[in-house]
């Protein structure tokens, strides 16, 4: 055998390597992104219901906190 035959098996069998390692890495990259994906999903999910609560509690906590000022002036008011 040649030593450019030789070099040439070696160079193929690292190319095969390298391909085989390429798509492996690929493959993982698509799980991982996929999963970013749905942690992604969740989190928007989180915050938009966390939203919702806070806008239903700040409704409902700015006509309470303007009733205690009035009730609070009352009482200021009748003292007198």
Known sequence: MDWAQI????????LALFLLLGVILVALLIKVTQ?????T???ER????IEGTVAGLSKGTTPLAVARILMKQAKKFKKR
């Open 7 to 14: 070099l040439v098996i070696i160079l193929a069998i690292f």
């Open 35 to 39: 999963q970013i994906k749905s942690v």
């Open 41 to 43: 999903a969740s989190a």
């Open 46 to 49: 989180t915050v938009k219901n």
